[in-house]
């Protein structure tokens, strides 16, 4: 049986939802549509989801359209979850765009198309709610032409709008067919003019598949109407999933935890199959398959293969975006989920719970959440028994929130979002400490060098000294100590770059009292390096110098000619900074650069600015140093600036 793997995308409350239970309902996969009102749909499965009406997180489900089964993913429509949608856009053959009849195209609804068309995913336009009072037809087209794409082909015609009589019949006019076709076939417009057979059905067959063209659909998922026609199309017009032949090639879009706490991960199959008792690579390890489920395929015997979308188990170490092949294909593991980059979290908060008893299962919680979004980074702070979370958006709170909540029984409470910002080195700088020198009380010698390093060039560690000076467990010891302290600068902001030299070495040998043990007093150990190191390391720094830097986010505003002069003084006001404007009759493009801390007040203004039409786009683009009172970062570490206490501390501790 051929296989389709099909997304539906959505901007907030168009439906997706609803058509996803019409479809399921049609197949005879359901007995009854769920309702998104009452919390009985098929795919939304978090409770903020059946509560709020949104989806969030990604779910599969089958059905069957003849001799062609549809693996139909039902993808987020939030802003705040678009690296979500983008995740699971890379495992899809076609997919459906949901549009309101009442409501329109809408900001959400823009930024969802021009992701489809930068991946270049053939696509479907349905526009839903044909029976709700203002629906409309010609006004919807004149939108989606005007505001996502002119390549639009109406499938057919509506009647009795905003009526629960409301119908759609599929009519397509050759002669707009014709016109729209010939824009990417020559070959097409030689045929016509040579009164040749044209096959315009064919033509848009292969142009839908190249995503040239987008048909639409219009219909009600609540009444049925113009389903039949958006099935019919998702059948005849968007592309089979096919493999080459080759060895195992899959990735992982998802990761959840089973029952027993065991990770489940979701993976489609490009080339070759999964099969139980293979053992494959992924990341930067290997492990055994020990059980999996296919989506429409109830017996595993016959494995996951190629175009098809299945869950594995016995990938202890799996992560979202991890490329699974076999133990001998390694070109396959370059490849990525999808071609665009996700824009990295750049806000904080601090998840602290409600019952204090639960600080160590909160912990837990939210490294298994992690785990399952590779975009939640999480930072501990022994210190004040705090731990941090990184965040896309103030909705995210409300989904972790509520996660905890169901699923692990855990309440908490979030402090005010912060922005996360980096130091980066400003200069070169140099500090040692010898071996049984006051004011080192560490049996080792290290001297370490740290120098600024390109953008992007992580961390660095080189020997200055000979390998076989000392131990290289010494040498190790100061490695891994030199990497977790520049997690935390001169303001207490991570290091991403630097280049670190260990100019100096020396330890005491292994000695002994006559006729007694190895003593510690007497002969250095890793300690005495994992101790010293941070010390050194600091000086170093404030010998160097580090500048705090702020993340950017670039950013694309669509907005109102009207509106220009108000969102360009709002602009001003955010310290951002665009480029000159490109202004039209009706809409104008607003492009530049604002500080990630302002992105979220930017979309709270924007509505009002320009009477709900503005459609902003922003992702991380670059750091700037920042300008005016410098951000300090409250550190977890025990502080080796501070000297003193820091040795009294490791001190107790030895």
Same mark, same amino acid.
């Given at each position: ?326 133990? +001998?294909?390694?070109?396959?593991? @370059? ?5 665009? &980059?996700?824009?990295? $979290?750049? /806000?904080? !908060? =601090? ?72 130091? +980066?080195?400003?200069?070169?700088? @140099? ?5 049984? &020198?006051?004011?080192? $009380?560490? /049996?080792? !010698? =290290? ?208």
């Amino acid at each position: 049986m051929e296989v389709l793997n099909l997304g539906i995308l959505a901007h907030v409350d168009a439906g997706k939802t609803s058509l996803t239970e019409r479809l399921l309902y049609a197949a005879g996969v359901i007995d009854v549509v769920g309702s998104v009102d009452d919390g009985s749909t098929q795919t939304d499965s978090l409770a903020l989801e059946r509560q709020r009406g949104i989806t969030i997180k990604t779910a599969v489900a089958t059905f069957a359209i003849g001799d062609l089964r549809v693996n139909l993913i039902d993808t987020p429509g939030h802003p705040d979850f678009i690296a979500e949608v983008e995740r699971a856009l890379g495992v899809l053959d076609g997919a459906v765009l949901v549009i309101s009849a009442v409501e329109g195209v809408q900001a959400q609804t823009r930024v969802l198309m021009r992701t489809l068309q930068r991946l270049r995913i053939p696509t479907l336009i349905f526009v839903n709610k044909l029976d709700r009072a203002g629906a409309q037809y010609d006004g919807v087209l004149r939108q989606i032409a005007q505001k996502l794409t002119p390549r639009i082909v109406p499938m057919g015609e509506a009647a009795n709008l905003g009526t629960a009589d409301a119908v759609f019949k599929p009519i397509v006019q050759d002669d707009v067919l014709l016109d729209l076709l010939t824009e990417h076939d020559d070959n097409l417009l030689q045929r016509y003019v040579d009164g040749a057979p044209l096959a315009l059905h064919d033509v848009l067959v292969e142009q839908t598949h190249r995503a040239l063209v987008h048909p639409v659909y219009f219909g009600s998922a609540i009444t049925g109407a113009g389903t039949d026609a958006l099935t019919d199309g998702i059948r005849d017009l968007l592309p089979r999933a096919r493999g080459t032949g080759g060895p195992l090639d899959g990735t992982v879009f998802k990761v959840e935890r089973g029952p027993a706490g065991e990770k489940i991960a979701y993976v489609r199959i490009f080339d070759g199959t999964a099969n139980i008792r293979d053992r494959v690579r992924y990341g930067d390890t290997d492990g055994k398959i020990t059980a999996l489920q296919t989506y429409g395929d109830s017996d595993p015997g016959d494995g996951v293969g190629a175009g098809q979308i299945g869950k594995l188990w016995g990938l202890g170490d799996i992560r979202i975006g991890d490329v699974i092949t076999d133990l +001998r294909n390694k070109s396959c593991a @370059e490849r990525r989920i999808v071609s665009a &980059k996700f824009a990295r $979290p750049t /806000l904080e !908060t =601090v998840v602290t719970p409600r019952r204090p008893s639960d600080k160590g299962n909160l912990r837990v919680a939210l490294t298994q959440l992690a785990e399952q979004d590779p975009l939640i980074n999480l930072r501990q702070d022994d210190l004040r028994q705090e731990t941090y979370v990184s965040l896309y958006g103030e909705v995210q709170k409300e989904v972790i929130e509520t996660t905890l909540a169901t699923e692990y029984g855990i309440a908490v409470d979030f402090r005010e979002t912060t922005t996360i910002h980096i130091e +980066r080195i400003d200069g070169v700088g @140099e500090a040692v400490e010898f071996n049984k &020198k006051d004011p080192n $009380p560490f /049996l080792a !010698t =290290v001297g370490l060098r740290v120098e600024p390093a390109p953008v992007d060039a992580g961390v660095t560690f080189e020997l200055e000294v000979e390998l076989g000076s000392m131990p290289y467990a010494f040498i190790k010891a100061v490695e891994e100590t030199v990497r977790e302290t520049l997690q935390q600068g001169l303001h207490g902001w991570q290091i991403p770059d630097a280049h670190v030299v260990m100019t100096h070495s020396g330890y005491s040998a292994r000695q002994s009292h006559s006729h007694a043990v190895f003593d510690k007093s007497m002969s250095s150990t890793a300690g005495d390096f994992r101790f010293l190191t941070p010390v050194v390391l600091m000086t170093a720094l404030q010998q160097a110098g580090t500048t705090v830097h702020e993340p950017l986010h670039r950013f694309q505003l669509e907005i109102p000619t009207d509106t220009t002069r108000a969102v360009l003084a709002a602009l001003a006001r955010l310290r951002a900074i665009p480029q000159v404007p490109a202004l039209a009759a009706e809409t104008s493009t607003l492009e530049g650069e604002i500080p990630a801390a302002a992105v979220y007040e930017l979309e709270q203004q924007l509505p009002a600015l320009t009477r709900g039409e503005g459609v902003l786009e922003s992702a991380f683009e670059r750091y700037q140093p920042v300008t005016g009172a410098v951000p300090e970062r409250p550190r977890t570490d025990h502080d080796p600036l501070n000297r003193r206490e820091y040795l009294l501390h490791v001190q107790r501790r030895v």
